[in-house]
T-cell receptor, first 110, second 114 residues
Framework: QKEVEQNSGPLSVPEGAIASLNCTYSDRGSQSFFWYRQYSGKSPELIMSIYSNGDKEDGRFTAQLNKASQYVSLLIRDSQPSDSATYLCAVISSGNQFYFGTGTSLTVIP | DAGITQSPRYKITETGRQVTLMCHQTWSHSYMFWYRQDLGHGLRLIYYSAAADITDKGEVPDGYVVSRSKTENFPLTLESATRSQTSVYFC?????????????FGDGTRLSIL
């Protein structure tokens, strides 16, 4: 079982819609969770971090964490074509190891 | 502020040659990492370093050598390059080992081995 699992997609949404990206993790003791965005041919860029159960909003982005279900999600409201990228979920385990998911490819259709 | 820089950005070489990828960070971060990213595999950790002169293997260390004589530099060497090492290589750094510290990435090196 992988430490971090993501649906590889591709996920396609129309412009202006809400994109929902999901991630599950295996280590129940994990405490820190991150979302990275990676444009094609570029490096991963940190866009959100979340440490507590519930929602954390930053502009059009909302990260949601449910530790009981071992589930992290990223919502992108009013999706724009510029949001088209691969989104990587990352988790810091109870042993302080950093684990990345393989990423979900998102395409926003104009 | 450059942050974390990798060089070269692109490299083409032949099998059997030695190749060194450079990574330099200006944040004085303790931890540095080398990943390779291949289609279908995501990011795979090659080596990491907790401080100068402290390095440890990651998931896929075979065929690679690292050193860290100074905090700011973390070069990755392929001692005898093979075609299977064709990949995009990312260097990353992290301020500390505290549980809330994210990693920050360099722009990557695209390496092709013919």
């Amino acid at each position: 079982q992988k430490e971090v699992e993501q649906n590889s997609g591709p996920l396609s949404v129309p412009e202006g819609a809400i994109a929902s990206l999901n991630c599950t993790y295996s280590d129940r003791g994990s405490q820190s969770f991150f979302w990275y965005r990676q444009y094609s041919g570029k490096s991963p860029e940190l866009i959100m971090s979340i440490y507590s159960n519930g929602d954390k909003e930053d502009g059009r982005f909302t990260a949601q964490l449910n530790k009981a279900s071992q589930y992290v999600s990223l919502l992108i409201r009013d999706s724009q074509p510029s949001d088209s990228a691969t989104y990587l979920c990352a988790v810091i385990s109870s042993g302080n190891q950093f684990y990345f998911g393989t990423g979900t490819s998102l395409t926003v259709i104009p | 502020d450059a942050g974390i820089t990798q060089s070269p950005r692109y490299k083409i070489t032949e099998t059997g040659r030695q190749v060194t990828l450079m990574c330099h960070q200006t944040w004085s971060h303790s931890y540095m990492f080398w990943y390779r990213q291949d289609l279908g595999h995501g990011l795979r950790l090659i080596y990491y370093s907790a401080a100068a002169d402290i390095t440890d293997k990651g998931e896929v260390p075979d065929g690679y050598v690292v050193s860290r004589s100074k905090t700011e530099n973390f070069p990755l060497t392929l001692e005898s390059a093979t075609r299977s090492q064709t990949s995009v290589y990312f260097c990353a750094s992290r301020a500390g080992w505290q549980g809330d510290q994210p990693q920050h990435f360099g722009d990557g090196t695209r390496l092709s081995i013919l």
